[in-house]
């Protein structure tokens, strides 16, 4: 079957050959039939469709569209037929050739390879819409229209008004020119020599023309006020003296003592209280509960229902009499006569007072003041402490203690503990350079397979 289709392939591409349906496939013919297909479905539209009529006929308008620059049907007849006047006279078509000027048309001719690489399609390039758009073209077409509409009132915009205001600067001042190298009579520039303390250094200015930028005090002062490196107690010593040992000792005591009141309180917090905690007494209680009604809850719902009823009952107030209006109106003037009257007798007295007025300004002046240098004070110790510079907060490390049975006779007994390096993170951490952290966690993102190898498991 598949070398009668080639046969057929061959026989249709050989010259001459002439089908009976020039515009079917040999290939569609199934036992002298039509091959049948399903047009339903997309994959077969191109491949069983025949279309080249329609290709044709673009072409053709592709084609006209190069060529002429549009389709002719819609072309002028001036632009399609020219009217021919016949044949002009030899005399007036030549002209007298020059003799310097010979094989002229041969020369101009242009070069094939210029002809090739010239355009001959009548179609224009395509428009770079790219080239055209600009970014936030519709707001500044706006903001363009409203300063327009704002000098017709003759309102000046506000970047304008300040551009108007501003000071010119004063350009007169032109930079030093430096002098050279190897003049004799320059001045001598000591480099490390100490800064000048004025702002304005004159060699600066000489070499640049410009001030110096004055740098803010705030930048000298240091984050805190702890040494970078602090002494230890006497008591740590690898051959320390008894009293400053047990003043150690004391602190280190003092230490654990406050971290077991933490945790005890802690556990206080979470404890349980056994009175919270079910009984079998509570627990019967609560699965009775429902089942039989006491009498306490009929009577509350006989209490409720006489609560409501009397609520419901509307109480008539009596309209007030022309007199009770008058007297109580004399009432409230006479206690404003009277506020007033006391009111006076209180200034008056103040008079006589200001002996005890001044000293009781001049106790408050001394209690303000020993606040300003209480929190003056709180301030300074606080330069001494660490700062909350991140989410955590500083943990002191542990104190390096050891017991009297522990200690060292001479330094070649002696037996190195701590770190140097976490010592110098924990200082860093103090002096508010770095803030508190963390060790990061190490996370595996994929899990471990176990493989047993092929020699293992002979061996087991």
């Known amino acids: 079957m598949a070398s009668s289709r080639r046969l057929r392939r061959m026989a249709a591409s050989q010259p001459g050959f002439l089908t009976l349906n020039p515009s079917s496939d040999p290939t569609d013919l199934v036992g002298g039939r039509r091959k049948r297909v399903n047009k339903n479905k997309k994959k077969n539209w191109n491949k069983f469709s025949d279309i080249t009529d329609v290709e044709e006929f673009l072409e053709d308008v592709r084609h006209q569209e190069r060529t002429t620059g549009g389709l002719l049907s819609e072309k002028p007849d001036d632009g399609l037929f020219f009217v021919d006047l016949g044949q002009a006279d030899k005399a007036e078509q030549k002209a007298e050739p020059d003799e310097g000027k010979k094989r002229k048309g041969k020369s101009t001719r242009p070069l094939r390879i210029d002809l090739i690489l010239q355009g001959d399609s009548f179609i224009p390039p395509p428009k770079d819409v790219l080239a055209y ?83 803010p005090e705030k930048l000298n002062q240091k984050p805190s006020a702890l040494p970078a490196v602090e002494v230890i107690a006497p008591g740590g010593s690898y051959n320390p003296d008894f009293l400053s040992h047990q003043a150690l000792l004391q602190e280190a005591h003092e230490v654990e003592v406050k971290k077991k009141k933490q945790e005890d309180k802690l556990e206080k917090q979470l404890a349980v209280n056994r009175e919270d905690k079910a009984t079998a007494e509570t627990a019967l209680r609560e699965e ?115 017991l009297r049975d522990e200690l060292a006779g001479s330094l070649r007994q002696l037996k190195p503990e701590g770190s140097i390096l976490k010592d110098r993170f924990k200082s860093l951490q103090k002096r508010n350079l770095i803030e508190p952290r963390e060790r990061a966690k190490f996370r595996r993102k994929l899990k471990v397979k176990y493989v047993e190898k092929r020699a293992f498991k002979e061996i087991t």
């Open 133 to 215: 758009q600009k970014p936030n073209a519709k707001k500044l077409r706006r903001i363009a229209q409203r300063v327009e509409q704002l000098a017709a009132k003759g309102v000046v915009p506000r970047a304008q008004k300040k551009l108007l205001n501003r000071r010119l600067a004063d350009r007169t001042v032109k930079k030093a020119v430096t002098e050279a190298n190897n003049n004799p009579d320059r001045d001598y520039y000591d480099m490390w020599a100490q800064e000048s303390k004025s702002p304005a250094d004159p060699w600066y200015v000489l070499q640049t023309g410009k001030e110096q930028v004055k740098r």
């Open 288 to 402: 009775v509960e429902g089942l039989i009604e006491d009498e306490e809850d009929e009577e509350t719902s006989l209490n409720k229902e006489d609560e409501e009823a009397s609520g419901a009952a509307i109480t008539v107030t009596e309209k007030k009499t022309e007199r009770q209006r008058k007297k109580e109106k004399a009432e409230k003037r006479k206690e404003q006569q009277q506020l007033s009257v006391k009111r006076q007798t209180v200034q008056q007295q103040q008079l006589f007072q200001l002996r005890s007025i001044k000293a009781a300004i001049k106790q408050q002046e001394q209690q303000t003041k020993k606040r300003w240098s209480k929190r003056k004070e709180k301030q300074e110790a606080q330069k001494a402490q660490p700062r909350r510079l991140g989410k955590l907060k500083f943990q002191a490390p542990d104190l390096e203690v050891q």
